[in-house]
């Protein structure tokens, strides 16, 4: 019987076919060793892999699918739109690399850094992370819904900004494509951040949490749009201090 997955780069079969697996990991650190500058897509998809070091390799759309990866390096790496649906990392470091489009979803991440890693538009959708760093990386746009943050460190509102704009000209975001969905994400983070201390940017997550359900009530064409919409343009959902003055004195001004 055929078998329906592609072969693994460097091999003639698929990672359950393969017979001397034990020996996969030998091929793929030489061919890692004389690489060159040249992108390559690697399918790695299933591979049970350990101690090795994809640091400056350009492997964007990459397949590392369901692959197990532990103790690697991945500094400055190119792996911007590569498939790591249900993949496991373990003591990982991705540090400096362009992981912008990259799919996590149901990924598990355990023990690994992506500090200073562009995962911009990325999908953690459902996925779990454990005692991963995230110093100075840029997530705007990422999808959240559904993912388990466990110990997750350095994630505040400024790792949400699109860092090729002026912060002044675009506001801190997740992926908000699905207004539902959305809520849901922000309403972890409102809560990640309010357990971390920093209230104010838990405020900025509590205001995008309420402002994609009004967007849903609008799109559902539920009733509960026009209190929502006049929450908003009274008192920013109590989280902008400034609406509640102007909306005060606009009411005193016209009582007089």
Request: net charge neutral; with cysteine.
């Amino acid at each position: 019987m055929l078998c329906e997955e592609f072969a693994l780069s460097f091999s003639k079969h698929c990672w359950t076919h393969l017979e001397f697996k034990a020996d996969y990991t030998k091929q793929v650190e030489g061919f890692l060793k004389t690489a060159d500058e040249r992108s390559v897509c690697l399918n790695l998809r299933k591979a049970q892999l350990q101690d090795l070091n994809f640091s400056r390799l350009n492997l964007s759309g990459s397949c590392f699918n369901q692959a197990h990866l532990k103790h690697c390096e991945a500094i400055g790496c190119e792996l911007s739109k590569s498939d790591m649906i249900g993949a496991r990392l373990e003591s990982c470091h991705f540090v400096g690399c362009a992981l912008n489009g990259v799919n996590f979803t149901k990924a598990i991440l355990r023990d690994c850094s992506f500090s200073y890693s562009d995962i911009r538009h990325a999908s953690l959708t459902e996925s779990t992370l454990h005692d991963v760093d995230f110093m100075g990386a840029h997530l705007y746009g990422v999808s959240l819904w559904g993912a388990e943050f466990n110990n997750v460190k350095h994630l505040k509102r400024k790792s949400f900004q699109d860092p090729q704009k002026p912060s002044k000209e675009t506001q801190a975001a997740i992926s908000e494509s699905n207004h539902l969905m959305a809520c849901d994400s922000y309403r972890m983070l409102k809560h990640y951040l309010n357990n971390s201390g920093l209230y104010e940017d838990a405020s900025w997550a509590a205001y995008r949490e309420l402002t994609m359900e009004r967007k849903y009530f609008f799109e559902k064409k539920d009733s509960r749009y026009l209190p929502s919409l006049l929450m908003d343009l009274l008192s920013g959902y109590a989280a902008k201090p400034n609406r509640v003055i102007v909306s005060s004195l606009a009411i005193i001004l016209f009582l007089l």
